[in-house]
C-alpha cells in the first residue's frame, strides 16, 4: 500500500485499503452493478451535465458532516490541465465540478462519457477541511493518520506503507460491519503469505498467487475462495514495426498460444483461456455471462495449433522466423512463465524469445514509449464492470494503454456507437469492435485470471467478485 | 621509579596522543572524501537511470505536463548538472533526499520508520552470532585439526553457504509451521513481543555471519595460544582454563572485535533477503521494494544512510583499537 | 583421524573431507563439460498438461510447473554454476594481481591511491550495491558478473598487496634489483610466482561467495533470465512448488549449497596449507 490518496496511488494494493476507508459518489456492489453511495441519486438533464443528489447524514470520522464543498474539492483535484493526479486522464471530458444547491453537486462534461458514473466509484471523497491544509501529503503514511473520509472503517493507524490499522467507524450510515477492528499487512512474499495463513497468523488473504492456489487449498483451518475472472493477460504487439507488423507474423504467435496448458501448468486451473480482451464477467451489466460467452463462438477463434502457426508464418516475410526480446514485470513471475513456454514452442519454428525479468516501472516505462517494444505482455485488472472498459483503453489511438500503435476507423466507429447506444443495443457495436479487434490481432488475449482469497475457518466471506477492491470488502467477513 | 622516567613516560604519552590526533583527523579527512566521492555516484544514478532523470522522478506515475513540471522545479532538473549535484549534496547533508515517488512520503521520514526493524534484527543477529561464534570459535582452535574442529568449521561454512532465503524459508517452515514455536511475520511491538518476533529473521541472518566469526576466533585464537605469554603462563602453572580465557581468549578477542566492520557489512547485506523472507519492514526490504518500483530518491538516500553508517563504524573501530593497542603502527593504516 | 595426526607430516595426504570436496568439484566440472550430454531429457522440453509430478521412475526428481525434468535442468545448470563465479573470479584475481602487486611493490602516491580506493569499496556492501545499480541500470545477469567483479576485487588487492610488502622485504627481491633487473620483471616474474597460492586460496573463497550472491540475486529477480537452468532461479522459482514438488527446489538448492560449502572449505585448507608452509 503506497498512500491512501488515489491521486498518488492507483495500484491494487493501495486500492484495496483505500476502499474500507473513503467512499465515492457511487458504489460498487457484490453482483458488479452500480449502486448509490455517497450519492443517492443521480440526473442527467442532458448528455453533458449530471446532477448528484448527495445522501443526508453522512459524516466523517471526525462528526463533521459532509458537504457539497468536500465533494467538489475531491473531484476537482482530478480534473483539468494542471492536475497531477493518476486519474486525470479517467477525468478528461469532465469541464467543472460544482456546488449546484444545498446537497447536490453538478457535473459538466465537454463531451458525453458514459463511464462517468464508475469512475466516481473510486474518487474518493475526503473532507476539504481536513485535506486542504495537509497538500501532497494526503493519504501519506506516518506517525499521524493523513486522511479523513466517510467510509465505514476508520484508520486508526498508518505508520509504515506496509501496515495499516483500522476500526468500526460508528457514526457510519450504512449498515454496521461485523468486524470491529482490523490489522492490514502487506506481505510480498507470497511464500511468506502462506506460511502467513498456514500458521493462523492472519484471518485472511486477498492476492492468493494463481500458480499455488493448490498449496492454499491443502492449508489446514482454512479455505480459498475464488470470483470468475475479469483481469486479462495479453500479449501486446506493436503493429508498425517489424515482424509485428506482418499479421501473419501475429496470427502464428496467436496459434502458438497453448492458453489451456497455461492456465493448467502456472494457474492452478484458476483461469479460464481468453478469446477476448473482455471477459465474460465484464458484460453483467449488459448481458449474462453464458450469453456473451456464446457470443464469443462466433468471433475469430485462434485455437492452439503449431502447424497452423507454422502455416502462418509461411506466408509471412519471416517465414525463416526472428528473435525477439519480450519483457515482463516481476510483479507478475506467472507471465514470465508463459513467456518461457511459448518461446520454448516457437523454438522449432525458428523463432527466438528472450525473456527478461524487469523492475514493473522499466516494464511500463518501455510500453509507453513512442516507440514501444515489438511484443509485450501484461495483466489488466478492470476498472470498471463494463464489456467497453477494456476495449476503451487499451484499441483506440491514443489510448491510455495502447501500447501496439494500433488505429482503427472501424474498430472506433463501433467503439463510439455503442457510446451513445444504451443498453442492449450496445451488443451489436461492441461485438462488431471485437470482431474487428480479433482480426488485426494488435493483442493478443491469454487468460482471464481469476481472483483467489482465503478465509480462516469460522469466518465466511459473502459475495466475493472480481472488483472487490472497489469495495469496503471488511463488511463482507461475519462469523460462520 | 625516578622521576625523571615519569616525566619521559608523560611526554612519551603526549606525543603518542598528538600522534593518534593526527592521525585520527587524517582518517576523519579520508572518510569526508570518500563519502563526497561516494555521493556523487549515488547522486548520478539518477542521470544513468535509463529515460533520464525526469523518467526516474515520475517513477510508476504517468507522466502529466503538470505533474513533470512540478518535479523539474522540485528537483532543479533545469540547472546544471554540477549544481543540481550541489543542490542535492546541501539538501542530502541535512537528510533531505527528497520525496519517495512511490508513497509521497519523505525519505528520511520514510528511512526512520524502518530503521528500528532492521537495528533490531541486525543487533539480535550479531549478538547471537557472537555468542554461538566466539565459543564455537574457541573450541576449535583448542582441538585444532581434530574432527571436532573440522565438523564445527564444516558446520558454520554450510550456514554461510546457503543464501540466506533459504535458510530463512527452512526455518519458517520447521520452527513457524510444523512446530508453531515462532510468528512466521511481523516484527512485533515491544521489547520481549519483537524478541519473539524476530528471534527466527536473526537466527536466519546469524547463521550467514556465524562462519565469519567463528573462523577469526579459531585463527586469532590458535595465533594466541602459540604466543610466549602463553606458554610462559603455563610453564608458571597457572589453571589450563585461565590460560584459555585470561590469556589467549582476552588478546584473540582484540583482533574479532576489530572485524566488527566486517561482520556488520555481512549483517546488513543478508538483512535484505532475510527482511523480504519474513516480510519485515526494514532497510533491506525497502531497498528492494524501491528497486522494484524505481524509487530513485529513495534508493539515493538508502544507499548514502548505509554507507555513512558502515563508514562511520570502521572508523570508530579504527580509532578505538589504535587506542587500545599501541602496537599498531600508525600511519601505515591499510 | 589421519588429518590431525599427520600434521606434521611433510606431504600430508589430503582428508576424507577434502576429498568430497573435490570430488563434488569435479562432478559439477564434468556436467558442466559436458553440457547436456548427461542430461537423460532436453531441460527445455515441456509439458504442459501434465504439470508438476513428484519424482517418478521417469523423471527421478520429479518435473517442474511446467512439466520440464528437474534432473536435467539441474545437470544442464552446472555450466551456469561454473561460468559466472569464474568469470568473477579470474576478473577479481586480475585486478587484484595488478593492483596489488603494483601498490605493494612501488609503494608511495600509487599505494596510497589505491588503498584509498580500496577501502571505499570496503565500504559498500556488495550484494546491497549489486541490487540498487542493477535495479536501476539493468542489464541481468551478466551486468551482476561484472558489478561482482568490481566488488570483490578490492579483496584480492588487500590481500596480494600484503604479501607483496612482506616478499619485498625479502633478500631475493633485494638480490633481483641489484642484479638490475626491471620493476616489471621482478613484480610479475619473481613476486607473483610467491604470491600466487595466496591468490588461489583467496579465489575459492571469492568462488563460493559469488555463487551465494548472484543466487541471491536471482532471489530478488536482478540474475539469471527467467528461461536459463540456473540453480539460484530454479531454487527461488521452485520455492512454491514445495508441496507438489519438494525436490523441484531441494535438487538445485542442495547442488548450490554443496558446490559453495566445498568451494569454502577449499579455499580455508589451501589458506591452511600456505600459513603451514610458512611457519615452516
Known amino acids: 500500500m503506497s498512500s491512501l490518496d488515489i491521486a498518488n496511488s492507483f495500484d491494487l494494493v493501495s486500492i484495496t485499503v483505500q476502499s474500507l476507508a473513503l467512499e465515492g459518489l457511487l458504489k460498487s456492489g457484490n453482483d458488479l452493478s452500480l449502486q448509490p453511495g455517497l450519492a443517492i441519486s443521480h440526473q442527467q438533464p442532458d448528455p453533458l451535465t449530471w446532477v448528484f443528489r448527495l445522501r443526508d447524514g453522512v459524516r466523517f470520522w471526525d462528526g463533521s458532516p459532509l458537504t457539497p464543498d468536500d465533494v467538489v474539492y475531491s473531484l476537482n483535484r482530478h480534473v483539468g490541465e494542471k492536475s497531477t493526479s493518476i486519474l486525470a486522464g479517467y477525468f478528461g471530458k469532465v469541464k467543472s465540478v460544482k456546488a449546484s444547491g444545498p446537497g447536490e453537486v453538478t457535473i459538466t462534461l465537454s463531451e458525453p462519457d458514459p463511464f462517468l458514473p464508475y469512475i466516481l466509484v473510486f474518487s474518493h471523497i475526503h473532507s476539504k477541511a481536513f485535506a486542504a491544509p495537509l497538500g501532497d501529503q494526503l493519504g501519506v503514511a506516518g506517525p499521524k493518520v493523513n486522511v479523513m473520509g466517510t467510509g465505514p472503517f476508520r484508520v486508526t493507524s498508518f505508520a509504515s506503507p506496509s501496515n495499516l490499522t483500522v476500526e468500526r467507524h460508528p457514526g457510519y450510515w450504512g449498515p454496521k460491519p461485523a468486524v470491529a477492528k482490523g490489522v492490514l499487512n502487506e506481505i510480498t512474499d507470497t511464500q511468506t503469505r502462506r506460511l502467513a495463513m498456514q500458521s493462523g497468523e492472519i484471518d485472511g488473504a486477498f492476492g492468493v498467487p494463481l500458480a499455488d492456489t493448490k498449496a492454499w487449498s491443502r492449508i489446514r483451518g482454512a479455505k480459498i475462495q475464488s470470483a470468475p475472472g475479469m483481469q486479462v493477460a495479453y500479449i501486446a504487439m506493436n503493429v508498425t514495426r517489424p515482424p509485428f507488423n506482418d499479421i501473419h507474423v501475429r496470427r502464428a504467435i496467436a496459434y502458438a498460444l497453448d492458453k489451456q496448458g497455461y492456465i493448467k501448468a502456472f494457474l492452478g486451473g484458476q483461469g479460464e483461456p481468453a478469446t477476448t480482451m473482455v471477459s465474460p464477467q465484464q458484460w453483467s451489466g449488459v448481458m449474462d455471462p453464458k450469453t456473451a460467452r456464446d457470443r464469443y463462438a462466433t468471433l475469430p477463434q485462434y485455437p492452439f495449433d503449431i502447424n497452423r502457426a507454422k502455416q502462418e508464418l509461411a506466408q509471412s516475410a519471416h517465414a525463416s522466423g526472428f528473435t525477439q526480446t519480450v519483457e515482463f514485470a516481476d510483479s507478475n513471475p506467472e507471465l514470465g512463465k508463459v513467456l518461457v513456454s511459448l518461446g520454448e514452442t516457437l523454438k522449432p519454428l525458428g523463432i527466438t524469445l528472450n525473456v527478461k525479468e524487469v523492475p514493473k516501472q522499466q516494464w511500463l516505462t518501455h510500453k509507453r514509449a513512442d516507440v514501444p517494444p515489438g511484443m509485450q505482455i501484461g495483466f489488466y485488472s478492470p476498472d470498471y464492470a463494463d464489456p467497453a472498459n477494456h476495449l476503451e483503453v487499451f484499441y483506440p489511438s491514443g489510448a491510455t494503454n495502447n501500447s501496439t500503435t494500433y488505429s482503427s476507423k472501424a474498430f472506433e466507429a463501433a467503439l463510439a456507437k455503442q457510446r451513445v447506444a444504451g443498453g442492449k443495443a450496445r451488443v451489436e457495436p461492441l461485438m462488431e469492435a471485437l470482431k474487428i479487434a480479433m482480426t488485426d490481432l494488435p493483442y493478443l488475449p491469454v487468460y482471464w485470471g481469476n481472483q483467489v482469497m482465503a478465509v480462516k475457518d469460522g469466518l465466511a466471506y459473502d459475495g466475493f467478485n472480481g472488483l472487490f477492491y472497489f469495495q469496503p470488502w471488511l463488511g463482507n467477513l461475519r462469523r460462520g | ?334 | 583421524m589421519s588429518a590431525a595426526a599427520g600434521s606434521r607430516g611433510a606431504r600430508r595426504r589430503p582428508s576424507p573431507l577434502m576429498l568430497g570436496c573435490l570430488l563434488v568439484v569435479a562432478a559439477i566440472a564434468a556436467c558442466a563439460a559436458t553440457g547436456t550430454l548427461l542430461a537423460p531429457q532436453d531441460p527445455g522440453e515441456q509439458t504442459l498438461l501434465t504439470g508438476v509430478q513428484p519424482p517418478s521412475g521417469a523423471h527421478l526428481f520429479g518435473t517442474d510447473d511446467a512439466g520440464r525434468d528437474i534432473l536435467s535442468r539441474v545437470i544442464a545448470g552446472a555450466r551456469a554454476a561454473l561460468v559466472g563465479p569464474l568469470l568473477v573470479v579470474a576478473g577479481a584475481a586480475l585486478i587484484g594481481i595488478l593492483m596489488g602487486i603494483a601498490a605493494g611493490y612501488r609503494g608511495g602516491w600509487l599505494d596510497a591511491l589505491v588503498m584509498r580506493c580500496v577501502d571505499m569499496m570496503y565500504a559498500l556492501p556488495s550484494l546491497l550495491v549489486a541490487i540498487a545499480l542493477i535495479g536501476v541500470l539493468g542489464g541481468g545477469y551478466y551486468a551482476a558478473v561484472g558489478l561482482l567483479v568490481v566488488l570483490t576485487a578490492p579483496v584480492d588487492v588487500r590481500i596480494i598487496r600484503g604479501a607483496t610488502l612482506e616478499q619485498r622485504a625479502l633478500p631475493y627481491v633485494e638480490a633481483a634489483r641489484t642484479v638490475g633487473l626491471s620493476q616489471r620483471t621482478i613484480m610479475f616474474r619473481h613476486i607473483l610466482p610467491n604470491v600466487a597460492p595466496l591468490i588461489v586460496a583467496n579465489s575459492f573463497l571469492n568462488f563460493a561467495y559469488s555463487l551465494v550472491t548472484l543466487s541471491a540475486l536471482s532471489f530478488v529477480g536482478l540474475g539469471a533470465g527467467p528461461a536459463e537452468a540456473d540453480w539460484g532461479r530454479m531454487l527461488s522459482d521452485n520455492l512454491q512448488l514445495i508441496d507438489a514438488n519438494p525436490v523441484a527446489a531441494l535438487a538445485p538448492g542442495a547442488m548450490l549449497v554443496l558446490l559453495a560449502t566445498s568451494m569454502n572449505l577449499l579455499g580455508d585448507r589451501c589458506y591452511e596449507r600456505i600459513f603451514d608452509r610458512g611457519r615452516r
Open chain 2, 1 to 334: 621509579m625516578s622521576g625523571t622516567s615519569v616525566r619521559a613516560r608523560r611526554r612519551r604519552a603526549a606525543r603518542v596522543s598528538g600522534r593518534w590526533f593526527t592521525f585520527a583527523v587524517r582518517r576523519i579527512a579520508a572518510l569526508v572524501v570518500l563519502l563526497i566521492a561516494l555521493s556523487f555516484v549515488v547522486f548520478s544514478l539518477l542521470y544513468l537511470a535509463p529515460g533520464g532523470p525526469e523518467q526516474a522522478l515520475l517513477g510508476t506515475r504517468p507522466a502529466t505536463p503538470a505533474l513533470s513540471a512540478a518535479l523539474r522545479e522540485k528537483y532543479h532538473l533545469d540547472e546544471s548538472f554540477l549544481r543540481q549535484y550541489w543542490l542535492w549534496l546541501r539538501d542530502a547533508v541535512l537528510l533531505d533526499f527528497g520525496d519517495s515517488t512511490r508513497t509521497g512520503r519523505s525519505v528520511s521520514a520514510s528511512l526512520a520508520d524502518r530503521v528500528g526493524v532492521s537495528l533490531f534484527v541486525g543487533g539480535y543477529a550479531f549478538t547471537l552470532a557472537m555468542v554461538t561464534g566466539v565459543p564455537l570459535g574457541v573450541v576449535a582452535a583448542l582441538r585444532k585439526r581434530t574432527v571436532l574442529d573440522r565438523g564445527v568449521v564444516g558446520l558454520a561454512v554450510v550456514g554461510v553457504s546457503a543464501p540466506a532465503f533459504v535458510t530463512g524459508v527452512f526455518l519458517l517452515y520447521v520452527f513457524s509451521v510444523a512446530l508453531g514455536w515462532f510468528p512466521g511475520f511481523g516484527a512485533g511491538e515491544g521489547l520481549a513481543d519483537g524478541l519473539w518476533h524476530l528471534t527466527l529473521p536473526a537466527a536466519a541472518l546469524a547463521l550467514s555471519v556465524m562462519a565469519l566469526v567463528l573462523k577469526l576466533t579459531r585463527t586469532a585464537m590458535i595465533h594466541a595460544l602459540d604466543q610466549d605469554y602463553v606458554a610462559f603462563a603455563r610453564a608458571r602453572g597457572v589453571p589450563e582454563r585461565r590460560v584459555i580465557v585470561r590469556y589467549a581468549l582476552r588478546n584473540a578477542l582484540v583482533s574479532v572485535i576489530t572485524a566488527a566492520g566486517l561482520v556488520l557489512t555481512v549483517v546488513l547485506t543478508g538483512s535484505v533477503l532475510v527482511e523480504v523472507t519474513f516480510a519485515l519492514p526494514g532497510l533491506g526490504s525497502l531497498l528492494v521494494d524501491a528497486v522494484e518500483n524505481k524509487d530513485l530518491p529513495m534508493l539515493q538516500g538508502l544507499m548514502m544512510v548505509i554507507a555513512t553508517v558502515i563508514v562511520l563504524v570502521n572508523l570508530a573501530i579504527d580509532l578505538l583499537y589504535t587506542l587500545v593497542d599501541p602496537r599498531v603502527r600508525i600511519g601505515s593504516a591499510a
